[in-house]
């Protein structure tokens, strides 16, 4: 079809053209492409569990004793004993009532989304939120209100105008995936109170990394208690894959008999659900609290040394460390020099991030040592002094 050529054309000329590198190892601090080794500073692996010995027996034993599917979705005959363990230990887990198993992070937003809102109701957005709420909130057919990034005076003044009947639903990432800043979820509770509103938080990139108990966010804001739909993801911190929603057995209850992504889907395999509660039996001990100590530790060390070579590290407060470089191509040429240098750190380009937004996004681990921080980021520095970004 012509129409494909000429938009994959267009996108290799605007260097807005993807594709996948193969890692051939584990996820670990260290991978293997093509044969030669390289320093990963570009995964969600924050805490390098997925490549943990209790979650690879984990999976092993799951797959021996359970086999390697689950045959179905959970209403029709995939709903194994696994998936209720998993689901009863999330909600021990986050303090809540009850959790909900979902097969991604986008399959759970973007079925919890139509589920609670629809015609009538509106859905007050960050603008810096993750596409999956985004498409959520265009399938739920609600009015969708966006306000500019973490303002939480522009969100009550939509708050203030939107003033009709009609659910609201505010809805936010808790750790934002390419800036590395968190919602300022204290003041948006205090909104959602006021007004009566609903509010999901998305914490694919909190869950099990912050908090005193890995327990997120909220936690670590000091906000757990009123949340009204905690999204986490498994696949990120925990290490394996999946999602979960948590909150009321209601809440639980009401998803499971209207999520559309939860209805019409094959549920997660044995092999997947055995080492997100082998994860999640770590994150709660003293080995987790070890392990989100040292990612504290090595965001602390890697960002002092981007900041005194001179980088934008746009606000970050996370694990998530982008720098800001503007231009897709210069960004793509600086990461394709990384990778020649023995780093492997993605470049980030429209439609992910806004034009002139182009940055590298940096991603420490648990596992990555203080050599690793140190070489990558004299790299980077050196590299970044060549191409005029610093």
Same mark, same amino acid.
């Given at each position: 079809?012509?129409?494909?050529?000429?938009?994959?054309?267009?996108?290799?000329?605007?260097?807005?053209?993807?594709?996948?590198?193969?890692?051939?190892?584990?996820?670990?601090?260290?991978?293997?492409?093509?044969?030669?080794?390289?320093?990963?500073?570009?995964?969600?692996?924050?805490?390098?569990?997925?490549?943990?010995?209790?979650?690879?027996?984990?999976?092993?034993?799951?797959?021996?004793?359970?086999? %390697?599917?689950?045959?179905?979705?959970?209403?029709?005959?995939?709903?194994?004993?696994?998936?209720?363990?998993?689901?009863?230990?999330?909600?021990?887990?986050?303090?809540?009532?009850?959790?909900?198993?979902?097969?991604?992070?986008?399959?759970?937003?973007? @079925?919890?989304?139509?589920?609670?809102?629809?015609?009538?109701?509106?859905?007050?957005?960050?603008?810096?939120?993750?596409?999956?709420?985004?498409?959520?909130?265009?399938?739920?057919?609600?009015?969708?209100?966006?306000?500019?990034?973490?303002?939480?005076?522009?969100?009550?003044?939509?708050?203030?105008?939107?003033?009709?009947?009609?659910? +609201?639903?505010?809805?936010?990432?808790?750790?934002?995936?390419?800036?590395?800043?968190?919602?300022?979820?204290?003041?948006?509770?205090?909104?959602?109170?006021?007004?009566?509103?609903?509010?999901?938080?998305?914490?694919?990139?909190?869950?099990?990394?912050?908090?005193?108990?890995? +327990?997120?966010?909220?936690?670590?804001? @000091?906000?757990?208690?009123?949340?009204?739909?905690?999204?986490?993801?498994?696949?990120?911190?925990?290490?394996?894959?999946?999602?979960?929603?948590?909150? &009321?057995?209601?809440?639980?209850?009401?998803?499971?008999?209207?999520?559309? &992504?939860?209805?019409? &889907?094959?549920?997660?395999?044995?092999?997947?659900?055995?080492?997100?509660?082998?994860?999640?039996?770590?994150?709660?001990?003293?080995?987790?609290?070890?392990?989100?100590?040292?990612?504290?530790?090595?965001?602390?060390?890697?960002?002092?040394?981007?900041?005194?070579?001179?980088?934008?590290?746009?606000?970050?407060?996370?694990?998530?460390?982008?720098?800001?470089?503007?231009?897709?191509?210069?960004?793509?040429?600086?990461?394709?020099?990384?990778?020649?240098?023995?780093?492997?750190?993605?470049?980030?380009?429209?439609?992910?991030?806004?034009?002139? +937004?182009?940055?590298?996004?940096?991603?420490?681990?648990?596992?990555?040592?203080?050599?690793?921080?140190?070489?990558?980021?004299? +790299?980077?520095? %050196?590299? @970044?002094?060549?191409?005029?970004?610093?």
């Amino acid at each position: 079809m012509e129409f494909i050529h000429e938009e994959l054309e267009r996108l290799r000329q605007a260097s807005l053209y993807r594709n996948c590198r193969v890692i051939e190892s584990s996820q670990g601090a260290r991978v293997s492409i093509d044969g030669r080794e390289y320093l990963l500073l570009c995964s969600n692996n924050y805490l390098g569990l997925a490549g943990h010995p209790a979650l690879r027996q984990a999976a092993a034993d799951a797959a021996l004793a359970f086999g %390697a599917g689950s045959g179905a979705s959970r209403l029709v005959s995939g709903s194994m004993t696994l998936h209720t363990a998993l689901e009863e230990k999330l909600a021990l887990f986050k303090g809540t009532e009850a959790a909900l198993l979902f097969n991604s992070g986008y399959a759970a937003n973007s @079925g919890i989304i139509p589920a609670l809102a629809g015609r009538g109701d509106t859905v007050f957005s960050d603008r810096l939120n993750h596409a999956s709420i985004v498409d959520g909130t265009l399938l739920s057919r609600a009015s969708h209100l966006r306000y500019p990034h973490c303002d939480t005076v522009a969100l009550r003044r939509l708050l203030e105008k939107q003033g009709g009947s009609g659910r +609201k639903i505010i809805v936010t990432d808790a750790v934002f995936s390419m800036d590395g800043d968190m919602a300022p979820l204290q003041e948006i509770v205090a909104l959602k109170k006021e007004f009566g509103a609903v509010l999901i938080i998305d914490d694919a990139h909190g869950t099990g990394v912050l908090g005193a108990g890995g +327990k997120g966010t909220a936690e670590y804001l @000091g906000v757990m208690k009123d949340i009204d739909v905690y999204m986490g993801t498994l696949g990120k911190g925990i290490g394996s894959y999946g999602a979960y929603v948590a909150g &009321s057995r209601e809440l639980a209850d009401y998803l499971r008999n209207s999520a559309r &992504s939860f209805i019409f &889907s094959t549920s997660l395999p044995p092999a997947v659900l055995a080492p997100s509660m082998a994860a999640i039996d770590i994150i709660d001990s003293a080995e987790g609290l070890e392990l989100r100590q040292m990612l504290a530790r090595n965001r602390v060390l890697f960002l002092s040394l981007l900041h005194a070579a001179g980088f934008d590290t746009m606000g970050s407060v996370t694990q998530i460390i982008p720098i800001l470089t503007g231009d897709a191509a210069l960004t793509m040429e600086f990461s394709q020099r990384l990778f020649s240098a023995g780093v492997f750190v993605q470049g980030i380009r429209p439609p992910t991030v806004p034009a002139g +937004k182009c940055r590298l996004r940096c991603t420490v681990m648990a596992s990555h040592t203080e050599d690793d921080l140190a070489d990558a980021a004299g +790299k980077i520095a %050196a590299i @970044g002094r060549e191409l005029g970004v610093i």
